[in-house]
């Protein structure tokens, strides 16, 4: 029995991220974004309080990670590509891993995401979730730099739900 307990706890601390769940998964903390500035796969520096008055959608990634990799295609077509026209609406993606440029270059290559994937960002995953073991996450900040949805489980588990976040944070920028 307890050989068994033990290798039930190793697998589940073994992998990329924490096990999935419901596509209710998620929760909306209405909390002020943590503010960071990285440097992108193609050299841009980016700041997240420079897109205050835009929503801004983030999917932290491990450049390394099977479930990201696997995942990384959805966030590029069921949510950036649903609103990339919309000018008030932003992607980002934020490389927890800490790999070179090289991986995540492999990582774009393998994902097809076209919107900018940022580079050293553990400490931002640290801030925005309070270690640095949550991979493949979303979260949806809006116009005011607040956090209107936080993912807690694989993005492809909470898909409906960031887009409903995304839609809704769009329509209050008329109000």
Request: charged residues 15%; hydrophobic residues 35%.
């Amino acid at each position: 029995m307890k050989f068994t307990l033990f290798i039930a706890a190793l697998f589940l601390g073994l992998g990329c991220t924490s096990s999935p769940t419901n596509s209710t998964s998620g929760r909306t903390p209405n909390i002020p974004a943590p503010d960071f500035t990285h440097t992108s796969l193609g050299g841009e520096e980016f700041t997240l309080s420079d897109f205050r008055g835009k929503v801004v959608y983030l999917f932290f990634y491990g450049a390394g990670c099977s479930h990201c990799r696997s995942n990384g295609p959805v966030t590029e077509t069921s949510i950036h590509q649903r609103f990339e026209s919309n000018p008030d609406f932003v992607a980002l993606g934020l490389d927890t891993w800490n790999l070179s440029s090289s991986d995540n270059q492999s990582f774009r290559n393998v994902t097809g995401i076209t919107y900018p994937l940022l580079l050293q960002a553990r400490q931002t995953l640290v801030n925005y979730y309070g270690s640095s073991s949550a991979y493949d996450r979303s979260v949806v900040v809006n116009r005011n730099g607040t956090i209107v949805y936080q993912g807690t489980g694989f993005v492809n588990t909470d898909t409906d739900a960031v887009v409903s976040a995304i839609e809704q944070a769009l329509s209050e920028l008329g109000e």
